[in-house]
């Protein structure tokens, strides 16, 4: 065990995952802050997935709870973490994990429809915004705070599906917003942009398509300039344990992409 959050009290929304033969950013963020000291309540739609990654953490020798809350309903979001405020007193890291694509529904410009367009919104945007809207006040009052949202590089790249760039693209407007508002309390806010990842969300709703899982992995592959090989959930993980530690205590506002070197052409 580390001591890089030792102490604090750390929520992350999107702490279980989608099934899948790898592990997830959420599940890997969890297991590593829990790793490093911090007392994490695992949030999921999914409570058994949630559950899930309360065992790993518990087998580890972490410490961790595992909540359900829809990321799309205000009140839940607000509910749950007013329940984590009522039993901790404090919420010093909001991660912030949800976010998905295809699964939504997600496509090209002329092929979208409105009612996936409005998923999109309300998962990979809307809901980051009830988490960070509900925590701001205990954070502000506290005097300090850490925030991060996960964001994706296809916000800065060529993306071929409409919804998922263009909220993922608004996510990283709304964390320099929150950031600005916000530094003045002592509350970080940071977003991360993962590239090409191994995880759940990114492969397995390609295989379910239809595209062989070797196909989709050798393709992706091919794209990351750094090693030609995909990053993993630790990647993303290790980023975000670094940006809610103290050690980031003078970063705010910053977008760091974990990409293996994609953006930099």
Not at 10 to 23: D, K, L, S
Not at 164 to 188: D, F, H, P, S, W
Not at 197 to 224: F, H, K, L, W, Y
Not at 240 to 265: M, N, R, W, Y
Request: glycine share 12%.
């Amino acid at each position: 065990m580390g001591e890089r959050v030792k102490g604090k009290v750390a929520v992350v929304f999107g702490g279980g995952q989608t099934p899948g033969e790898t592990i997830g950013n959420g599940r890997a963020t969890c297991l590593l802050l829990a790793d490093e000291g911090a007392t994490v309540a695992v949030v999921d739609r999914d409570l058994a997935s949630a559950e899930e990654t309360v065992g790993l953490i518990a087998q580890r020798g972490g410490t961790a709870e595992a909540l359900a809350a829809d990321i799309t309903s205000e009140e839940q979001v607000k509910q749950l973490i007013d329940a984590v405020l009522a039993k901790h007193g404090r919420i010093d890291i909001l991660h912030n994990n949800v976010g998905a694509s295809l699964a939504l529904g997600d496509a090209t410009a002329t092929e979208l429809e409105s009612d996936a367009f409005d998923r999109l919104v309300a998962v990979n945007l809307r809901g980051m915004w009830y988490a960070c809207k509900h925590a701001l006040p205990a954070m502000r009052a506290q005097g300090s705070g850490s925030i991060v949202n996960i964001s994706s590089m296809a916000a800065r790249a060529v993306y071929p599906y409409l919804g998922y760039k263009t909220t993922k693209a608004a996510v990283i407007a709304m964390t320099e917003n929150l950031a600005g508002a916000n530094a003045r309390y002592g509350v970080r806010v940071n977003v991360i942009l993962p590239g090409l990842m191994n995880t759940p969300m990114a492969v397995e709703a390609r295989v379910a398509a239809g595209t062989p899982r070797e196909e989709v992995i050798a393709s992706r592959d091919r794209q990351v300039p750094l090693g030609r090989r995909m990053g993993s959930a630790w990647d993303t993980a290790y980023a975000a344990l670094f940006l809610h530690s103290d050690e980031a205590k003078f970063i705010t506002g910053v977008s760091l992409p974990v990409d293996g070197g994609q953006g930099v052409g």
